[in-house]
């Protein structure tokens, strides 16, 4: 069920005031480029490729690419991106927050390809898609916002051409962050491991500060605070099955480094050696973890393609 108009106002008001977002700078964990390039590796694969955007647009080199649509766009930078890289001759974005799509516009005017690329405010669980009309939709950290993913998934299979494809770069961990307890104690156990002077705090609440344990947030705040947030995150891989055939799954790190190194993700910098062999640590136990089964991905890439 899509949300009330409560909640939509609520989440509309929440991204529109956090434009510049917590996602940059010296807290925020994929800020890091050391930690965003292993993130990157298990999107793509492990293959050579710069970013998961060009590894996708390796599945659309057979396909004449007339028309692509980015969901959840925010301030458009990989629809944009898309553009610079002729990944398809129209760009559409949509999204909720109408100060992000006037950024994102503004955006393509400056870059001078507003013509090609063009951005919409629209609740994307309410739209309606002309059929067969894509070749490509993405998604990229916006379908875990989205509560009825059976009908944008089903819009989505029915709006792409049948030799499109659906990109899927995404949150699938537990609702709301409600992290099982088996979850929380490897979290702390892993994070025991982190030497003091890597464990201090850059974050506002607590900036100069050793932190002793790890910072999970509460799944009635995360609500709260914005209604939509991973609010069926851990349906996602159900619902991509269930309207398409997928052809690439690639989990990566995250389930332990999102919260891990949350507001310390800045004390490991490549100038400093030994902060790199304790981050490699942990990209190590994780992977292990997962590979072992004792801990199931939070993050995964997905190509795929409408069932027939």
Not at 144 to 149: I, P, Q
Not at 250 to 259: C, D, R
Request: hydrophobic share 40%.
């Amino acid at each position: 069920m899509a949300a009330s108009s409560t909640e939509e106002q609520i989440v509309t008001d929440y991204w529109n005031s956090n434009i510049a977002d917590d996602f940059f700078g010296i807290t925020y964990w994929l800020a890091n480029p050391l930690i965003s390039q292993r993130f990157n590796q298990g999107l793509v694969e492990g293959l050579p490729y710069c970013s998961w955007i060009n590894y996708s647009l390796s599945f659309l080199e057979s396909v004449d690419c007339q028309r692509i649509l980015g969901i959840g766009c925010g301030s458009g930078e990989l629809e944009l991106r898309l553009a610079e890289l002729d990944a398809a001759q129209f760009i559409d974005g949509v999204d909720l927050s109408d100060k992000r799509i006037e950024i994102a516009n503004q955006r393509a005017k400056t870059r001078g390809i507003e013509q090609r690329v063009k951005f919409h405010v629209q609740n994307a669980e309410k739209m309606t898609m002309e059929p067969n009309l894509y070749d490509a939709i993405y998604f990229n950290s916006s379908l875990h916002h989205m509560a009825d993913l059976d009908a944008i998934l089903l819009g989505c299979a029915r709006a792409l051409k049948p030799t499109g494809y659906l990109f899927v770069n995404e949150y699938i961990g537990p609702n709301r962050f409600d992290f099982s307890e088996h979850e929380k104690k490897l979290l702390q156990s892993v994070f025991n491991l982190i030497p003091q002077q890597y464990r201090v705090s850059h974050d506002k609440n607590d900036r100069g500060e050793i932190r002793n344990t790890v910072g999970i947030p509460n799944p009635e705040d995360v609500a709260r605070v914005d209604p939509s947030e991973a609010i069926c995150s851990a349906q996602i891989d159900e619902a991509i099955h269930k309207q398409f055939r997928v052809i690439k799954y690639n989990p990566t790190i995250g389930a332990l480094m999102q919260f891990l190194l949350n507001g310390i993700a800045g004390n490991f910098r490549e100038s400093d050696s030994a902060s790199v062999s304790v981050l490699e640590m942990l990209f190590d136990i994780e992977e292990r973890l997962m590979e072992a089964g004792s801990l199931k991905p939070h993050f995964a890439f997905y190509v795929a393609q409408p069932n027939s």
